[in-house]
């Protein structure tokens, strides 16, 4: 079917063009490929494990972990207070933009209303009785 269709679209000479492409792109394939060894065998990694119990090796690994934990502990409650202090910061910039802008909108409302109002009459004899 696609034989059919595909040389109208593509051209007749689609098979070859594409032959072509995915022998460049398997080509590129093969430079890129890394060719020495896994990454597993270059190095190593060593981790001791002290079965026993009640050691004094084993109380001070317990201890080491307990102040890392303890580190840890402290960071989190940090990241927590700055997460709150972010949120209630934006809050108060939103909630300022917002007050601005109702403000801008009373201004404009009230001028297109009559012109700007005033809460003391002037005096003279510019006053118009109403």
Partial sequence: MTRILTPGAYGRDWPERGRSHLGEAALMLAILWPAGPPPAIHGSA?????????????????????????????????????????????????????AVVAAGTALAADQDAGGARTRFKPTGSTVRKR
């Fill in 46 to 98: 060593v981790d001791q494990v002290n079965l026993s119990r009640g050691s004094q090796a084993s109380r001070e690994s317990r201890h080491f972990w307990h102040l890392r934990h303890i580190r840890h502990e402290q960071h989190e409650q940090h990241l927590r207070r700055l997460r709150r202090l972010r949120t209630g910061r934006a809050a108060l910039i939103a909630g300022t933009a917002l």
